[in-house]
């Protein structure tokens, strides 16, 4: 378990989509462990239909009018990282103006720009029809997959309207939250005809009207806000107990790779390399592997069948160093890397060859 400090951060919500009341104390929990995040629930076994709706928009006032959606925390985007999280969705759409983003999506624009995030709600909605929505803002650098299926299973068993992460100090984050799309278009419409507009009101307006189930998720609700957020971000990213799932992730983004592979048994197969036959083996090894499970088929099942005839060869490869010099040594002579075509020397004479001297070297 791993435990990083998040500096705190103080200052209005100016931009922030959450909407939360101002803060100036806000500060991000003293201490972040995984145990807080969002347990991996129940799982249901088809998995749940629904539409994933980000919020991308926003000045990002409190981050000198930076794109913050574009800021990398990883190698990746904060875009790109929540659009990683809820992969399964049936279908994705973006508020806010389009952009290159790691897989498709649909875009809209909440009317007018800049209207906030009811009216970006909106916008998204129109383009959905699935029954449950994943509503996200576009800044949440630990959202992952599991916390994503765990709010579609609890709302799916619960009669709720909606249910949301809350952070560590007990705040709702009604953007990382997954909604029945029923009750967010009943809402909005009894809004729209009371105000006549969604422009400009605030997000509680909806959410104060549902009813809503909470979970508490200090890791995964965290949101980057400030530069100090996009610095602790990047650090525990950093930290050897993630930096490793984190690197791999990153890479299969880079290279458009949908697969789950055991990086436990291609890391021993790269050990088995590199102790076994040389150091420079491992990386090569790996990469072979790779080419051949991509002639294979390039799914979970090649992987594991590519790594498996590498791994049987690299222990071969070893055993060979192990097995056949305990019979040479019984009978006297010594192993191959260790003879010498020269005649044994006259007693007195020079030294055998250190172990691992080349047979014609002077």
């Given amino acids: ?17 959450r909407d939360r009341d101002p803060a100036p104390d806000r500060a991000a929990p003293a201490a972040y462990d995984e145990s807080a995040a969002p347990s991996a629930g129940p799982v249901p076994a088809v998995p749940l ?8 928009g926003g000045g990002a006032r409190r981050l ?15 875009l790109d990282r929540v659009l990683a999280a809820c992969s399964g969705a ?3 759409v973006v ?3 389009p952009r290159p983003t790691s897989r498709p999506v649909s875009w809209a624009r909440e009317e007018p720009p800049g209207g906030g995030p009811l009216a970006a709600l909106a916008a998204g909605l129109r ?13 949440l650098p630990f959202l992952d997959g599991p916390t994503v299926d765990e709010l579609l299973t609890t709302l799916r068993t619960s009669r709720a309207d909606g249910v949301l992460l809350t952070d560590a100090d007990g705040r709702d984050q009604p953007l990382v939250a997954a909604y029945r799309t029923a009750a967010l278009r009943r809402g909005l419409a009894v809004l729209a005809d009371r105000h006549g507009t969604l ?3 605030p997000l509680r307006r909806l959410t104060g009207s549902l009813d809503l189930t909470r979970i508490l998720g200090p890791v995964a609700s965290f949101d980057c806000d400030t530069w100090d957020d996009i610095a602790a971000a990047r650090a525990r990213i950093r930290e050897h107990g993630h930096v490793l799932d984190e690197w791999i992730s990153a890479v299969k983004d880079e290279l458009g790779i949908d697969l789950d592979v055991d990086t436990g048994v291609l890391l021993d197969l790269a050990r088995d390399a590199a102790h076994g036959v040389a150091r420079p083996a491992a990386p090569l090894t790996t990469f072979l592997v790779g080419y051949a499970a991509a002639r294979a088929g390039g799914d979970q099942e090649a992987v594991a069948e590519a790594v498996r005839k590498a791994a049987a060869l690299a222990a071969r490869w070893a055993d060979e160093d192990t097995t056949d010099a305990v019979p040479a040594q019984a009978a006297g002579k010594q192993p191959m890397d260790q003879q010498s ?22």
């Fill in 64 to 78: 000198g009018g930076a794109d913050k959606p574009g800021v990398r925390v990883g190698g990746r985007s904060l």
């Fill in 95 to 97: 508020v806010a103006a």
């Fill in 90 to 92: 049936r279908s994705t």
């Fill in 49 to 56: 239909a629904y539409d994933a709706l980000v919020l991308a």
């Fill in 341 to 362: 075509d020269a005649p044994d020397p006259a007693p007195g004479g020079a030294p055998d060859p250190a172990p691992g001297t080349r047979p014609d070297a002077e």
């Fill in 1 to 17: 378990m791993t435990e990083y400090e998040l500096p705190g951060a103080s200052g209005a919500a100016g931009d922030r989509t």
């Fill in 199 to 201: 422009a400009g009101l």
């Fill in 127 to 139: 383009l959905s029809t699935a029954e449950y929505a994943v509503l996200l803002s576009a800044d």
